[in-house]
């Protein structure tokens, strides 16, 4: 799975976007752009993921640069319940071997949203 | 639909004991992946069964090891516990039937070794 980078910590405004980037310039043309976020001693949840084109759901958008080397999770109205870390992960596709079940996690971004 | 039940959710144990941790899957959910988190490295991935079969490991020792059940369930146990075995144990469970998808996590477990 392709390495990625973030940066360590980010501040936002509560009810101000939070765009959090994220590299990840050796991703291959298969491997998908998964995003999920840990609110302290929860286990990580679920945000968003995407190939190519840029997804939104109800919690959040991914945009990802047409190179694929790069994307920015963008939380619109970041509350104070959004603080958290955030972990960009790139994998491929439901694959075999080493790829069953494992998320490779890296230190992530810590997005603190302040009043 | 009920999430990942993780169970107990904290546990103190002494060097050279064993410990057993249990998982309960989302309803439908045949993959349950467990993993360990401690400040100093991070999320890092154990091992993963589906139908009862482990399918993937990670770099851990052999005190490390898990089981699933028919129904899906999992449990993973450590023996001869370690000062730094203690860490917050995480399993998720996912339904590889649907292309690329998501784990949902449980809360996990916390585990103090002293």
């Known amino acids: 799975d392709a390495k990625t980078t973030q940066p360590t910590s980010m501040d936002c405004a509560e009810g101000r976007a939070a765009n959090l980037p994220c590299n990840h310039s050796t991703i291959s043309g298969n491997e998908y752009v998964y995003w999920y976020r840990q609110i302290h001693s929860q286990g990580p949840q679920y945000i968003i993921h995407g190939l190519k084109n840029n997804e939104t759901n109800e919690m959040a958008s991914l945009i990802i640069t047409e190179d694929r080397k790069s994307s920015t999770l963008i939380l619109p109205h970041a509350t104070l319940r959004d603080t958290a870390v955030y972990y960009c992960?790139?994998?491929?596709?439901?694959?075999?071997?080493?790829?069953?079940?494992?998320?490779?996690f890296g230190q992530g971004t810590i997005l603190t949203v302040h009043p | 639909k009920a999430g990942v039940t993780q169970t107990p959710r904290y546990l103190i144990k002494t060097r050279g004991q064993q410990v057993t941790l249990s998982c309960s899957p989302i309803s439908g959910h045949r993959s349950v992946s467990w993993y360990q988190q401690t400040p100093g490295q991070g999320l890092q991935f154990l091992f993963e069964?589906?139908?009862?079969?482990?399918?993937n490991k990670g770099n851990f020792p052999g005190r490390f090891s898990g089981r699933q059940f028919s129904n899906s369930r999992s449990e993973m146990n450590v023996s001869t516990l370690e000062l730094g075995d203690s860490a917050l144990y995480l399993c998720?469970?996912?339904?590889?039937?649907?292309?690329?998808?998501?784990?949902?996590f449980g809360s996990g477990t916390r585990l103090t070794v002293v």
């Open positions: 998720a469970s996912s339904d590889p039937g649907q292309l690329n998808y998501g784990y949902t």
């Open positions: 992960i790139v994998r491929g596709p439901s694959a075999g071997g080493t790829s069953y079940g494992k998320l490779t």
């Open positions: 069964y589906f139908s009862e079969t482990q399918r």
